[in-house]
């Protein structure tokens, strides 16, 4: 289905695979594509999981055939994760359709669970961390990791897997969301730990990777069939989801229609379009997935969210931009070539706005 999200979707997915370059990118951009090409695969889909199963897929799907040239089958982690727990678990969902064609691949994704949930270290209240090294929380292990691992517990109907999944995301939740009852409330830090890698700020970007993984993780217990019925675990994400939803909207915010700033509790923060389109993704998904939670108001956000990242594409060269460099999000500098998460968010929010248009028939 195409509609006018007011971009080229083609040209910002295509620079997404060209420029991705790291672990994470890869399994972002592979989600994205997937979304976008495939819909009926992703957890979004309207039966994602036949017969209770993960849907039979070909060798011709396009995010399959891209993700498959970066996952080793012969290590603990499919990919290497440079120090990081969460990254390589991005390529788990592609890891877990390919092994419907390949067991070695349904074994790749196997061993890289337990690395996550036997190996990795964890912090006082059992959450697990982002880094391999110590135990450090970070809000973009809530995009990587859970939603794989709800993914793997489908795959080997385990059940009490899909429960550990969501309780992750509650505990990652417990560290970094600060107990704050001002105007950025139910937002979450960026990173917690002994190092001089932590981040007390409400960065964007981080709230938004943890917003859409839980959202995820929902989609998967909402669409399973022994999970259907979870409703206080189903509660609880779609709480938490909305406290980001509604505390990046209280957020620093710059211009008309508005972008969020890099951090969203200092509005001398750039304006970062990266961001913004994971946000609005996550509500367009959520107003399909939780019409319950989700207000005119919610949507109607968005739509402001969508058309200033719509104002920031180039729809020539597919770039997204300006966004925060996503190897240096502390740098007062905004990118101007953009980011590789940036193009995929920016797909993740045209596939969602897709499908929340034809779940309300086209109605704006």
């Known amino acids: 289905m195409h509609v006018g999200a007011g971009f080229n979707v083609a040209n910002v997915m295509a620079r997404a695979l060209n420029v991705s370059a790291h672990s994470w990118e890869y399994g972002t951009a592979a989600e994205a594509l997937l ?83 036997e190996r990795a270290p964890r912090f006082a209240n059992g959450a697990i961390s982002h880094r391999e090294a110590i135990a450090e929380l970070w809000a973009d292990f809530v995009y990587m990791a859970p939603p794989f691992l709800a993914y793997q517990a489908v795959a080997s109907n385990n059940q009490s897997l899909l429960r550990e999944a969501g309780r992750q995301c509650l505990l990652q939740q417990d560290v970094l969301r600060p107990r704050s009852h001002n105007r950025t409330a139910g937002l979450w830090r960026h990173i917690i730990g002994p190092d001089d890698a932590q981040d007390l700020g409400l960065w964007a970007t981080g709230n938004g990777w943890a917003a859409a993984g839980m959202t995820r993780v929902l989609a998967t217990m909402l669409k399973w069939g022994p999970s259907k019925g979870w409703t206080s675990e189903q509660d609880q994400l779609k709480t938490s989801i909305v406290k980001i939803l509604d505390g990046a909207a209280r957020g620093a915010q710059k211009g008309t229609p508005p972008l969020f700033c890099n951090y969203l509790d200092d509005s001398t923060w750039f304006a970062d379009v990266a961001s913004t389109a994971l946000i609005a993704s996550v509500t367009y998904r959520m107003a399909v997935l939780a019409p319950d939670v989700i207000k005119v108001h919610h949507v109607a956000f968005a739509d402001k969210l969508r058309k200033a990242v719509a104002a920031h594409v180039n729809n020539v060269t597919g770039l997204v931009a300006p966004t925060v460099d996503s190897l240096d999000w502390k740098s007062r500098t905004p990118s101007q070539e953009g980011s590789p998460e940036g193009q995929s968010f920016t797909v993740l929010m045209y596939a969602a706005y897709r499908d929340y248009q034809k779940q309300h028939k086209g109605v704006k």
């Open 35 to 117: 979304e976008l090409r495939n819909p009926e695969l992703s957890v979004f889909g309207h039966n994602p999981f036949p017969g209770n199963h993960l849907p039979p897929v070909t060798k011709s799907v396009p995010s399959l055939q891209y993700a498959k040239q970066f996952i080793r089958t012969d290590n603990v982690t499919l990919i290497d994760g440079d120090g990081a727990v969460g990254d390589p678990a991005s390529l788990g969902v592609s890891a877990l359709l390919l092994g419907q064609l390949d067991g070695d691949y349904s074994a790749a994704a196997q061993r890289q669970s337990d690395f996550i949930l």
